[in-house]
């Protein structure tokens, strides 16, 4: 359990962090995130709010691996989820990414962002598997 020092640092460095990511410097944002989780690594928000920035820097597996951090600290919330299954897609994993969003909405049905992101990522794995079946036409 982090110290109430530790826990105010955090919320001090997720706040400059929220700020940054409203102006689209993914940059700044995700180095205070990632200093709100030096100060208080048992926190999902923090890794969530760092795998957003992940994929605006164009490092979905890194951004993987914040979302999963962020669901094992906290399974009930459904933002990790969200995070998880961009990630998943921005890898070309829509079976993954899918299964995961799925996942989410089974916790909260009323989403509709994860609502969206399903029909987005069925949409591309679609589009990835028609690709493949056309390709494979030509060998």
């Known amino acids: 359990e982090a110290?109430?020092?530790s826990a105010e640092?955090?919320?001090?460095?997720?706040?400059?962090?929220?700020?940054?990511?409203?102006?689209?410097?993914w940059q700044h944002a995700f180095d205070c995130y990632s200093d709100?989780?030096?100060?208080?690594?048992?926190?999902?928000?923090f890794y969530a709010n760092r795998s957003a920035c992940q994929i605006q820097l164009g490092n979905p597996r890194?951004?993987?691996?914040?979302?999963?951090?962020?669901r094992k600290l906290?399974?009930?919330w459904?933002?990790?989820y969200y995070r998880q299954a961009v990630g998943l897609s921005e890898?070309?994993?829509h079976q993954d990414a899918a299964i995961t969003a799925y996942e989410g909405l089974r916790l909260e049905p009323s989403?509709?962002?994860?609502?969206?992101?399903?029909r987005n990522i069925v949409k591309q794995g679609r589009q990835a598997f028609q690709k493949t079946k056309d390709a494979s036409k030509d060998v």
């Open 62 to 70: 890194e951004a993987l691996i914040d979302a999963i951090l962020a």
């Open 74 to 76: 906290r399974p009930k």
């Open 36 to 45: 709100a989780i030096e100060s208080n690594p048992k926190d999902g928000i």
């Open 91 to 93: 890898l070309q994993r």
């Open 9 to 25: 640092i955090a919320i001090g460095s997720k706040t400059r962090g929220n700020e940054y990511f409203q102006r689209k410097e």
């Open 111 to 118: 989403n509709v962002e994860l609502q969206k992101l399903l």
């Open 78 to 80: 459904t933002k990790p």
């Open 3 to 5: 110290s109430q020092e």
